[in-house]
């Protein structure tokens, strides 16, 4: 942020007031930073977000895990704490943000909707002169909410369609191999050793399914998407 422009969205008011409070206390970042109280969001309108009520341990203040109702309903929350409703209007962030120089991070924790909050900024993604070099997405494995899948394996492909290659971190890399000081550098995760998303055997399977099926007269019949199988073979976790 020190040499960037920011573009916030934070459509819940006491969230949005503290982080308003930590810009006031560093002066430097308040002319490059712009706030805004909307959610993002692929579809217009307005949207209810279930906020939790603050709740306290001693002397911590625990801030809940706000869930938006979207398309899909509420799929992530702090189900367990007393909460409220806020309604917000919907933005898209090709419409919004104003990048002349080009994209430096792109950050989306929607609970479950980040598929969305990406079909928003397909333009950002590729626009000239700088388009964004890598993006670090979160993902959410919904198999309760079919349309949720759709959008997420819609946004995969449009993403390696503008010229993303995906590498998995799952839980049991970040838990195993999570670097200590000093030794980043020969850490799996920095040394490019992640696992390919898809990976080479998911690969490997659809490419012999389609062999056999035009060896037996059946290429007419669709084979599954890479991203697709990946999805449903190769996703390590899911919530």
Known sequence: ALVCEVSVFEPVPAYREIM??????????AERTTMYGNVVYDKSGNYTLRVPYTSY??????????????SSGVLKSDWKATSYNHLAAAVRLDDVVRAPRGICMLKADVEGYEPQVLQTARQLLTRAP???????????????????TCAAIKTLVQLAEIGFTFKQVNNKIVDRDAPRI????????????????????TLLALSSTAKRRTQFGRATKAVKSPMRAAYTKDFASFS
């Open 57 to 70: 341990f001693g002397r911590m203040k625990k801030l809940g895990m706000t869930g938006m109702d979207g």
């Open 20 to 29: 308003q409070l930590g810009i006031s206390l560093n002066p430097g970042f």
């Open 130 to 148: 700088r388009p964004v070099p890598a993006l670090q997405l979160e993902l959410t494995r919904t198999p309760r909410t079919p349309n949720q």
């Open 182 to 201: 000093g030794s980043w550098a020969s850490s799996p995760v920095a040394g490019g050793m992640l696992p390919t998303f898809p990976t080479s055997k």
